[in-house]
T-cell receptor, first 115, second 113 residues
Framework: ETGVTQTPRHLVMGMTNKKSLKCEQH?????MYWYKQSAKKPLELMFV???????ENNSVPSRFSPECPNSSHLFLHLHTLQPEDSALYLC??????????????FGEGSRLTVL | KQEVTQIPAALSVPEGENLVLNCSFT??????LQWFRQDPGKGLTSLLL?????REQTSGRLNASLDKSSGRSTLYIAASQPGDSATYLC????????????FGKGTKLTVNP
């Protein structure tokens, strides 16, 4: 297993569905992140977990619910999404949140389409 | 509020050409700047990380410079190849307030054979 792994790579869901995105990192890092990438917009930080504790919630709607059971795994639970939530969701990790000298490593992303 | 701008938004060059991608940021109070590469539909791959105290970093054909006082960074790609075709993003770790990594929208590079 390499780096940061995200599953599924593609997901299509209706507005009433409940689904989850999964992220796993094999780098021994302590901080994990969810980013949203929409067309023609910069990457938007959604959530940050540092040593399993949520340290940042960037005003994300409650229909997105993160979960971090341990430092290696991060989930994003999705329910009653809107079509405008369709985007590429990227997971990333770094050695530690606010350890600014560290690099950020990204997964391949989960392409979400909400019908 | 930190804003990161990348110019141009798209660039098309013939193979073998040397090229420069630009990144500017409005708040010079940064910890570091990171350049990424993103292939279509894929995640981001880290290319170079420059600490705020550094002026440049090099990796193979890539050279990134940082002028923190003027809020600018450049990514120089030497002897470009078709495999360099991708979107290049820069991001800065911003100090103060809500410290976070702020991204530009990227420059889409196409290297033609």
């Amino acid at each position: 297993e390499t780096g940061v792994t995200q599953t599924p790579r593609h997901l299509v869901m209706g507005m009433t569905n409940k689904k989850s995105l999964k992220c796993e990192q094999h780098l021994g890092h302590n901080a994990m992140y969810w980013y949203k990438q929409s067309a023609k917009k910069p990457l938007e930080l959604m959530f940050v977990y540092n040593f399993k504790e949520q340290t940042e919630n960037n005003s994300v709607p409650s229909r997105f619910s993160p979960e971090c059971p341990n430092s290696s795994h991060l989930f994003l639970h999705l329910h009653t999404l809107q079509p405008e939530d369709s985007a590429l969701y990227l997971c990333a990790s770094s050695q530690e949140w606010r350890r600014y000298t560290g690099e950020l490593f990204f997964g391949e992303g989960s392409r979400l389409t909400v019908l | 509020k930190q804003e990161v701008t990348q110019i141009p938004a798209a660039l098309s060059v013939p193979e073998g050409e040397n090229l420069v991608l630009n990144c500017s940021f409005t708040d010079s109070a940064i910890y570091n700047l990171q350049w990424f590469r993103q292939d279509p539909g894929k995640g981001l791959t880290s290319l170079l990380l420059i600490q705020s105290s550094q002026r440049e970093q090099t990796s193979g054909r890539l050279n990134a410079s940082l002028d923190k006082s003027s809020g600018r960074s450049t990514l120089y790609i030497a002897a470009s190849q078709p495999g360099d075709s991708a979107t290049y993003l820069c991001a800065v770790w911003t100090q103060g307030g809500s410290e976070k990594l702020v991204f530009g929208k990227g420059t889409k590079l196409t290297v033609n054979p």
